[in-house]
Each structure stands twice: as C-alpha cells, then as structure tokens.
C-alpha cells in the first residue's frame, strides 16, 4: 500500500478497446432503505490493492444476499491531488486520473449500484490481469450503453464529479491513510477492511438478516 513517485498530470482525454468476461451478480431484493447498512469504499481505479479488494471481496456482496441490506458507495478519487494549476497528481500515472473521471461518470450514468458496479468491476479486473487499457470493452461484455458516460466525460460533468469526491475524500475523518478505504456506517475499518462483511452484519438493526450474516 506504499505511494509511487508522483506524476504532475493534466486531465486528458483517450481512448481503448479489447474484450473481457462479463459479471454475474443475484438481483437487489427491496429493503428499506432506513435499515441499510452504509457502507463506502474510497479508492482510485488502478491501485492493485482497490482492485483486489473489488475483484476477491467486494464483489461477495453482489454474489449473496448481502447486497439487500447495503447502501454501497464507490467513491474513485483516494490518494489523487490537486495542484494550485488545477492540474491533477495521481498515484499510478495519467491513465489513472482518466479512469478515476470514467468510473465517476459511470456512477452517474447507472445510478443502480449492481450496474455500475458491474462496469467498475470489469475494469478492476482487467487491471489486475495488466489490461487496464482494454477498458472500453466493459461496455460491451456488460451490453452497456457508453453514450452518457462519454457526454459525462466530455463535457465537464466528470471533472465536476471528481472535485465533490476529492472534497468528500479530503474531509475524512479520521483522515484516510491508505486505499482502498473502507468504511461502514461511518466507522473506517482501517487494515481490517478485508473484513467488511462481519461489520456489515453485526451493524445491522433491521429484521430481515441476510444469510450471508448467518454462517
């Protein structure tokens, strides 16, 4: 989880394209949203630990019934900087910032959580297999339609999503330390993140336990 040397980047705009395999995810039951469990994960979109986390963990909420007690919330900007020039530091280099912006504005697009993280999720995975610049293919392997994300993209509307996450990000407290940051009602799990799942359960006070929270 260590920092890289920092690279002063502008916000540019580029392009990719390949394949990659699809997700499956069990569909979001209805619950009332007073009894969900918040619970946000701070990260950016080409650190390998955020992406181990999505791909290896993260992604059991979607695979179980856990996904029916959750107000799940990615948020793509964590160790990112802004300089006085407006120009951007990220952590793993300018592909980085662009697609910090792309899964801002996927976000956005699909409001859903199961559809947009299914769109996230391909393109961490794809960075977990040295892919990352494939990304353009999550569309299709998700029969996603990318015409809002690229308005989002182009037109300004990603940028204005990234400064409300670096503000939110940078008004942690406690501050974040490392990524991803993982945290459940407002309680950060620090190194324990991996874990996610037992916070979850025992935080929840609804009356409708998951299964998940029973084994």
Known sequence: MGFEKLLVL??????????????QIQPVMASSSDDKVNLSVYYESLCPYCANFMVNHLLKIFQTDLINIVNLRLIPWGNTQIQSNDTWICQHGVDECRLD????????????????????YCVERLHLMDKHTQWQSCYGANNLDQTPVNNCYNNGLGFQLEMAYADETTKLNPRHRFVPWVV??????QEDFENFIGYVCRAYRGNKVPKACAR
């Open 101 to 120: 912006v792309i899964e801002a504005c996927a976000i956005n697009s699909w409001p859903k959580v199961e559809k947009h993280f299914k769109f996230i």
């Open 10 to 23: 502008t916000f540019l705009v580029a392009a990719a394209h390949a394949s990659a395999d699809s997700m």
């Open 184 to 189: 459940v009602n407002n309680i950060p799990l």
